[in-house]
């Protein structure tokens, strides 16, 4: 006897009407609406069973009787439908239940992959980026970023040194399939300490088929006479597996200013990617390599030794060192190698219960070069090697009585190793740090309508540093009283070396709630955030040479926590959709970075600024960001994004580097459905900051034969300014898409506030890219 | 509800096993850290000044400290020679001035006169570059009537240009800005 039932894989119902065939007795019989057959008369031995229904694909199963209980048998839809459910599970899915979340469009990662990734995300509402220069562009979400912002490479944070203002985030444009971003602290999952966000960058999830695509892609700049190739070859087959690879290569020479050249600002980026795996409907796994390399030229004048290296640039218009044109990256100039290999394993089980696990390791090596003497100038002055490896797994239960909760652990052993050859004191030092966190998640779905999703997430991080002190600081700083057991030994330099061990744990937690509307969706957040101090806040302790600025890290700091609230209400749906989101956070013990109590390093004679990292007892955050679009008619579509933050203490202090209000449109113009034909005129207004912290200082010019003493004004941020570009994009031919892009039409001469080399020099001008593209 | 239970045990038994082999195969241990001895910041500068009359002063600046006076007799011409040193380490001070004339292309000492009826050009046994350029490491000043005043002090590394009369118009960056008070009597 064999009692059996048949069941659908995916959504755990019954399949009524399958057919069902012992192929060695020739029996057949179909199953009824419970699912359930029942063959009497089979005797021990060992049987192959047919499984045939119209929708799904036929399956064949072996059976040895006799078994004693119901055997559940399942069956899959046929491909294309797996294919949608495949595809529409991880395409398009929000990675929250209730977050405020933002995806950008797959021509807005084409637009920008001969650019930074920053650029790229820099068009969502929110985002806006701090740059050093052209060509180190880093994220920054209602005007926070570093280690208050969390990039997510499928499913696992980057980790890249990050927190410095002049770290770019080491990862391709062209690597980034899917690039969305969650506001606030709600995606737990990935972290209870993100004030700005969570920048999710997840890879395609491959078609069922068997097929082979790819493009080549290769485009001129005129600024820097940039050229870029770009290839990317996806092959797929019904069986689900697939492989593929992707690379980039951009090589830019020295970019310009409308009136000047800006000396030494050329870049070069390679980024290579393989993958392999297999998407089935139950299991999926992936097996991914990236390789990511970045040579950027520091802009010359930027390179100043003192401060009055500083005052002077600033009374200049022009930058005070311009050479000749050159594709050459001489110093100052930094280079980035990332290496990250990723495993991830997927298994979905009946009723929507799902499990993941996923390993990264990744390499980040980050050397800096500096303007030096004899055999040093070849030597790089910062070279720091972090090593991490993670590993996560996730897991979501089933749904049941309108509850459903989720779970996970995840992780992490990093290594940071200084290179001592560089014959330079080192600004980060020798560690060891593990990190464990467990997030729990549930989800409360009563109807369709409404949605409440609570989060809890417990971290614990544990910091084992060796560095060395100078005596003379040691003891400045009062370490000589509180931290005196932590001296392993006295250098022959006039050091300590310590040993400083740092545990913290982190509590956090996250509250929304999502109501669906006749028109539209609100979604309410609440968001409470404990973040430990990185590395850089504890242990800095260097000369930053593009900004003569000296930055010490303090062996005092303790976490910060507060709470972010953010609303939300959007109407997505007609011709006309709107998202506007509100956010407020206060932050208790907010670490910055601000001038020292003297503002100047006395003992070198002021030449240098000294940065110290200090808790502020609290910030209070708030900003509005507008999502906007208007489908005019059939030809034509307008949208808006507009973002607007401040930051100031509970004094009511400003913070430095917060983004002023700026509002990007566009206007697409599209002649006609059948053409692929597209026009697009955008326009971006950034306001001038007025809300500036003073960090002014007074320095001695000499002029005309006389020292006069005048304010030199750091503080003050750069005029308003309006931007306009200009694409046309269309088919050439067949397969091949042709697109020319015009940025800064009016070659504007402008400044940008959250350029940290403004003072040096002003942004580039005009730039007119050719871009042709083959598809196959 | 007991078919649940036991996928989640199976789950996390296998997730957990994964995670202990990890921890087993990573070394937690790292070695000592070497300290790091920095040789190249100036600390020091030194002039040399040799009075027409064959007396020599050296008037020296440490890090931390103020630039001392400069005592020239009026209406003589003085040779003073100028040089950087990284007295980090009291009992080995490097002589950062030898690597200043093997890279004469790329330095190029810079002097700014307030008040004081001085001028200062270079000597003619200066250090010169490939263009034959003097660098300002010995220099001659020659003093007039008694006065007071500054004299500002630069050492340029990587300069555009090496003629100008302000320091914006040379271009590079400052390696050392010193004021000099000089008396002349």
């Not at chain 1, 069973?49 to 069956?75: A, G, I, W």
């Not at chain 1, 290769?218 to 992707?246: C, E, H, I």
């Not at chain 1, 980024?271 to 097996?287: L, S």
């Not at chain 2, 009026?74 to 007295?87: G, K, M, P």
Request: glycine content about 6%; some cysteine.
């Amino acid at each position: 006897m064999l009692f059996g039932e048949v069941f659908d894989v995916h959504e755990n119902l019954a399949l009524e009407q399958v057919k069902v065939t012992v192929v060695e007795t020739n029996q057949q019989l179909s199953t009824n609406a419970e699912g359930k057959f029942l063959f009497r008369e089979l005797c021990k031995g060992q049987y192959t069973l047919l499984f045939e229904h119209p929708d799904c694909v036929s399956v064949t199963q072996k059976q040895t009787l006799p078994v004693t209980s119901l055997k559940r048998y399942f069956l899959e839809h046929h491909i294309n439908e797996l294919e949608e459910i495949i595809v529409s599970e991880t395409s398009e899915k929000n990675t929250t239940k209730t977050g405020i979340e933002r995806r950008l469009t797959e021509g807005e990662i084409k637009r920008f992959r001969a650019q930074n990734l920053g650029d790229a995300l820099a068009q969502l509402s929110g985002v806006s980026s701090i740059k050093t220069g052209n060509a180190i562009v880093k994220p920054m979400v209602h005007g926070v970023t570093g280690s208050r912002l969390a990039i997510v490479n499928d499913g696992i944070r980057l980790q890249d040194h990050e927190w410095g203002a002049d770290h770019a985030p080491s990862i391709d444009v062209n690597a980034a399939d899917q690039v969305q971003l969650i506001k606030g602290a709600s995606a737990l999952k990935y972290g209870g300490d993100v004030l700005g966000g969570v920048l999710e960058i997840t890879p395609k999830t491959h078609r069922l088929k068997d097929s082979l695509i790819g493009a080549l892609t290769t485009g001129y700049s005129s600024q820097g006479q940039g050229g870029y190739l770009l290839t990317n070859l996806t092959k797929t087959y019904t069986s689900g597996a697939f492989f593929g690879g992707a690379t980039s290569i951009k090589n830019a020479g020295d970019f310009s200013h409308p009136d000047y050249a800006l000396s030494n600002t050329g870049n070069r980026e390679q980024h290579a990617q393989v993958f392999f795996g297999r998407n089935k409907i139950t299991k999926k796994w992936r097996v991914d390599y990236r390789f990511y390399q970045k040579e950027a030229g520091i802009l010359s004048s930027a390179h100043v030794g003192t401060v009055g290296d500083i005052a002077r640039a600033l009374e200049s218009d022009q930058p005070l060192s311009t050479l000749p044109w050159t594709r050459r990256i001489n110093n100052p100039r930094q280079q980035t190698t990332h290496h990250n290999v990723s495993f991830r394993y997927d298994r979905r089980l009946e009723n929507q219960v799902k499990w993941d696990l996923l390993y990264t390791y990744q390499s980040n090596n980050r050397k800096e070069f500096d303007i030096r003497r004899g055999e040093y100038n070849d030597r790089a002055a910062l070279d720091i090697l972090l090593q991490s490896h993670d590993l996560v797994t996730n897991y979501q239960t089933a749904a049941k009585n309108d509850f459903q909760w989720s779970t996970g652990f995840s992780a992490q052993l990093q290594d940071n190793f200084s290179d001592p050859s560089t014959g330079v004191r080192r600004l980060i030092p020798d560690y060891l740090r593990y990190k464990f966190g467990l997030y729990w998640i549930n989800q409360y779905v009563p109807s369709n309508d409404f949605t409440a999703e609570l989060g809890l997430r417990f971290d614990y991080d544990y910091l084992d540093t060796q560095k060395f002190y100078k005596i003379a600081i040691w003891n400045d700083r009062g370490y000589n009283q509180d931290f005196a057991s932590t001296i392993v030994s006295t250098g022959n330099a006039g050091n300590y070396l310590t040993r400083q061990i740092k545990k913290f744990a982190n509590f956090s937690a996250s509250l929304g709630v999502k109501q669906k509307l006749d028109k539209g969706t609100v979604r309410v957040n609440l968001g409470y955030i404990t973040r430990a101090p990185n590395p850089a806040e504890l242990f800095s302790d260097g000369l930053h040479h593009a900004l003569a600025t000296i930055e010490l890290g303090d062996l005092r700091l303790t976490q910060e926590r507060g709470l972010k609230a953010l609303l939300s209400i959007e109407k997505q749906t007609g011709v006309f959709t709107y998202a506007l989101t509100g956010h407020y956070s206060s932050i208790a013990d907010y670490i910055v970075l601000q001038p020292g109590e003297a503002g100047f390093d006395q003992a070198r004679n002021s030449a240098f600024l000294v940065r110290e990292y200090v808790q502020l007892p609290r910030v209070n955050t708030q900003g509005i960001d507008l999502d906007l679009s208007y489908q005019i008619s059939s030809q034509f579509q307008y949208k808006t994004t507009a973002s607007w933050v401040s930051i100031k203490t509970a004094e009511g202090t400003p913070l430095i580097d917060v983004p002023p209000l700026n509002v990007n449109q566009e206007l697409q113009f599209r002649p006609t459905k059948e053409k692929p034909l597209r026009l697009s005129l955008r326009n971006q207004f950034v306001a001038q900051q007025k809300q500036v912290p003073d960090f002014n200082f007074e320095y001695n010019f000499f002029e005309d034969g006389n020292i006069s003493s005048r304010l030199v004004d750091i503080s003050t941020a750069p005029k308003a300014y309006h931007l306009m570009d200009f694409s046309i994009e269309t088919k050439a031919w067949d397969r091949v898409d042709i697109s020319l892009t015009a940025e800064n039409i009016f070659n504007i001469d402008y400044r940008n506030y959250l350029n940290r080399l403004r003072y040096f020099a002003g942004e580039t001008g005009r730039n007119i890219r050719l871009e042709l593209s083959y598809i196959f | 509800m007991k078919n649940f239970i036991q996928t989640t045990y199976t789950h996390i038994s296998h997730t957990a096993t994964v995670f202990a082999l990890t921890l087993l195969f990573i070394q937690c241990k790292k070695d000592s850290p070497e300290e790091i001895n920095e040789e190249e910041v100036i600390n020091s500068v030194t002039l040399t000044v040799t009075a027409a009359d064959g007396s020599s002063n050296d008037y020296t600046w440490n890090e931390g400290e103020s630039e001392p006076t400069i005592t020239l007799a009026a209406n003589t011409t003085s040779n003073v020679s100028i040089h950087f040193y990284d007295a980090s380490d009291a009992s080995d001070v490097e002589d950062i001035t030898e690597e200043v004339i093997e890279e004469a292309d790329e330095h190029f000492v810079f002097y700014q006169i307030s008040s004081a009826s001085l001028s200062i050009a270079a000597a003619s046994n200066d250090v010169e570059d490939s263009d034959g350029t003097s660098i300002n490491l010995k220099t001659e000043w020659t003093a007039a009537g008694a006065s007071t005043g500054t004299v500002r002090v630069y050492l340029i590394h990587e300069p555009t240009s090496k003629t100008g009369t302000s320091r914006g118009e040379l271009g590079g960056s400052t390696d050392i800005e010193l004021d000099f008070p000089v008396t002349i009597q």
